[in-house]
């Protein structure tokens, strides 16, 4: 199990538990006409999470309108909703921005657990769906693997819905206001990475990542990061400073990481130090990056290098986490300093036998890190071989510069 399944498994249990109950709560009805949509979410069974909220919930005639809408919408690949009145529900209801706004949870006929969260908005009697996203976190996609949602529609966005057992919401830093749930507006910039931290029953902070308001779908806008505990830098400011934008383009890492983990999509990232330059032009931390993809199903990683100057971190590409992790990864990155190799192993599988030790690189390359687990060397504008003894074995690799 590799280290970021390993700190999810409380979280997978607690999620199954909520999934399976809401299975068990009622048998699908023979077809979309046969079953109203679920209207306001806690009508049907308890929920202290998301409980259905809003100024505008006790409007008859709107969840009526809102109903309709949801009811009359389909997936982009024209699936309707689960005819089970059981699993989709309006989050959400009141007034925004002199505007009513709807949020629902809709779950598709063909996949009940594969939630699309639904904004519709406008004026009473003329609603319309204005934003769709198929919702993605790291367990099983329901909104109960989450604490906070992102509000898009234009007039009404960008907000946070966040959960009831939310009590705090900083962005970027600031403390911003909450009422009945959702927030007040909030600057995303285009392209920017946007930290999220939600002080959870005054006592537990937790992150979440907001790629920026332009990174196009499927990527979903947010990802849940870990604890950020002060004074600890949460897992998303770490790697703030990076244009979102190129890196969701083909060749980005982000993009990179949607390949490798298709179908899903990059839903929960974790930070860790692999090692330091401390001196030189290349100067600065070497990092790698785990991404869970949503489902929980695999793990991609990527390599990042922060430069001891403060400027903008650089990335390599992305690569499916090996089978067996007892096989080393090998990556290489640009950075305005020339081009990197790193060689390392998964996070938390390095053991006695797979150490590495005489390490050898040819003259025209640069050994700027030789560690039991991990080797990083400055390359030339050439292919290299590497070469290491492990486990009494003497073996090579080979890395190109990108």
């Not at 946007?194 to 902070?205: K, N, P, T, Y």
């Not at 907001?210 to 950020?228: E, K, M, Q």
């Not at 089978?323 to 300093?337: A, G, K, W, Y």
Request: charge should be negative; proline fraction near 8%; glycine fraction near 10%.
């Amino acid at each position: 199990m590799s280290w970021l399944r390993q700190s999810l498994v409380c979280a997978v249990a607690a999620a199954l538990v909520l999934a399976v109950s809401g299975c068990q709560l009622s048998q699908p009805a023979e077809s979309a006409g046969e079953a109203e949509l679920f209207h306001l979410r806690g009508e049907v069974r308890p929920d202290e999470q998301w409980p259905a909220r809003g100024s505008l919930t006790g409007d008859q005639d709107l969840v009526d309108e809102v109903t309709e809408v949801a009811d009359a919408w389909q997936t982009p690949d024209g699936v309707p909703r689960h005819p089970s009145p059981v699993f989709s529900s309006i989050v959400w209801l009141g007034e925004v921005a002199g505007q009513v706004l709807g949020v629902v949870a809709f779950a598709p006929a063909d996949e009940y657990s594969d939630t699309w969260i639904v904004e519709i908005t406008g004026e009473p009697g003329d609603l319309e769906v204005t934003e769709a996203r198929n919702f993605r976190a790291g367990v099983t996609n329901f909104i109960e693997d989450t604490e906070v949602l992102p509000i898009r529609s234009a007039g009404v966005g960008p907000r946070y819905l966040v959960s009831a057992f939310v009590d705090e919401v900083y962005v970027d830093g600031v403390t911003v206001a909450v009422d009945d749930g959702l927030t007040e507006p909030v600057r995303v910039p285009e392209c920017e990475l946007v930290e999220v931290v939600l002080d959870i029953r005054q006592g537990r902070l937790i992150a979440y990542g907001d790629w920026g308001a332009a990174v196009p779908y499927p990527v979903y806008p947010l990802f849940f990061a870990r604890g950020a505990e002060p004074p600890e830098v949460s897992d998303v400011a770490k790697i703030q400073g990076m244009d979102t934008c190129i890196e969701a383009k083909p060749g980005g890492w982000l993009a990179a990481a949607r390949e490798v983990l298709a179908p899903e999509t990059p839903a929960v990232i974790g930070w860790g130090e692999l090692a330091r330059i401390d001196s030189g032009p290349l100067a600065g931390a070497v990092d790698d990056i785990g991404i869970l993809g949503s489902g929980n199903r695999d793990q991609a990683v990527v390599v990042m290098w922060r430069p001891e100057s403060g400027g903008a971190p650089a990335f390599s590409s992305a690569h499916l986490e090996p089978s067996p992790i007892s096989n080393p990864m090998v990556f290489s990155l640009s950075t305005p300093e020339g081009p990197l190799g790193v060689v390392t192993y998964v996070r938390g599988s390095i053991t006695p036998e797979r150490e590495f030790s005489d390490i050898g690189v040819p003259n025209e390359a640069g050994l700027l890190v030789a560690e039991p687990g991990v080797i990083v060397v400055a390359l030339p504008d050439h292919e290299i071989e590497i070469s290491y003894t492990r486990n009494g074995e003497r073996e090579q690799v080979r890395v190109e510069a990108p």
